[in-house]
């Protein structure tokens, strides 16, 4: 059991990190990037083929450029999107030379070549966002993480040192931004879903017991029928806000 446990638990890993390879490459990757990276585990033709579903699925682009297609956005996250694309089009457009000297004036620490960059970059943080839209979180929410991230970053441009190691830097920090709203939206979802199950765990019982009793049910009494600890049927008692109607909740806790 426990080599299947490590099994997956590396499966999981080496998807991770392909995906976020695939995120750093504007997301796209190549088919012999993904056999390499799960080489040692020797999957099978039909695993594969789990595989780039999976990458297909969270719109990364296997041997070819990712395509957006914003169709799982809201008729709200669409209207916002267009609004906010279409505010982006009166930012100046800087040439290449332009650029970098900027990116040189803001590693030294110049504040006006910071603001400017924050602007050049504003698109690109919209591009990022678009990748990640799939996964619950609103675009808006993205991109202001995102922006964030991009107004950080233009300050800590000192790590960098080089022009051309600025964008990479810069769009690695909406990367790390946007996965960590995204995984904070999961856990807090997830912590939602375990106290909803717990509160409908014990009412279920409170009702069943009830039933029998023909009345109120007691902590006690439910505590006997089920062998559950005090603690558990306080704790749903308090997230329910004293709401399990088949409980008597009314003694004090020994």
Same mark, same amino acid.
């Given at each position: 059991m426990g080599n299947i446990d490590n099994k997956e638990k590396e499966f999981a890993e080496i998807l991770k990190l392909v995906t976020r390879t695939a995120r750093e490459n504007k997301n796209s990757i190549t088919s012999e990037q993904v056999k390499d990276a799960f080489s040692?585990?020797? *999957?099978?033709?039909? +695993?594969?083929?789990?595989?780039?579903?999976? *990458?297909?699925?969270?719109k990364?682009?296997?041997?070819?450029e990712a395509v957006f297609d914003d169709d799982n956005l809201t008729e709200e996250e669409t209207n916002y999107l267009n609004d906010y694309l279409e505010? *982006?089009?009166?930012l100046p457009v800087r040439t290449q030379g332009e650029l970098e000297a900027i990116q040189m004036s803001a590693i030294a620490g110049d504040k006006d070549a910071q603001s400017k960059l924050i602007e050049n970059y504003l698109p690109l943080v919209v591009d990022v966002a678009r990748m990640y839209s799939e996964q619950g979180v609103f675009?808006?929410? *993205?991109?202001?993480?995102?922006?964030?991230?991009l107004t950080r970053g233009v300050t800590m441009l000192d790590a960098v040192g080089e022009?051309?190691?600025?964008?990479?830097?810069?769009?690695?920090?909406?990367?790390?931004?946007?996965?960590n709203l995204i995984q904070d939206n999961l856990?807090?979802?997830?912590g939602s879903q375990k106290v909803l199950k717990l509160v +409908?765990?014990?009412a279920d019982k409170a009702e069943e017991l009830a039933k029998d009793l023909r009345r109120k049910v007691t902590v006690k009494e439910l505590m006997d029928e089920t062998g559950w600890d005090e603690d558990k049927i306080r704790s749903a008692i308090k997230f329910s806000g004293d709401n399990i109607e088949d409980l008597?909740?009314?003694e004090e806790k020994k």
């Open positions: 040692e585990l020797e *999957l099978d033709d039909k +695993q594969f083929e789990m595989v780039f579903e999976y *990458l297909k699925n969270h990364i682009g296997v041997d070819e505010s *982006l089009k009166a675009i808006e929410d *993205l991109i202001g993480e995102g922006n964030y991230a022009p051309k190691e600025v964008e990479g830097f810069l769009y690695k920090m909406m990367l790390d931004a946007m996965e856990a807090e979802d997830t +409908q765990e014990v008597d909740s009314g």
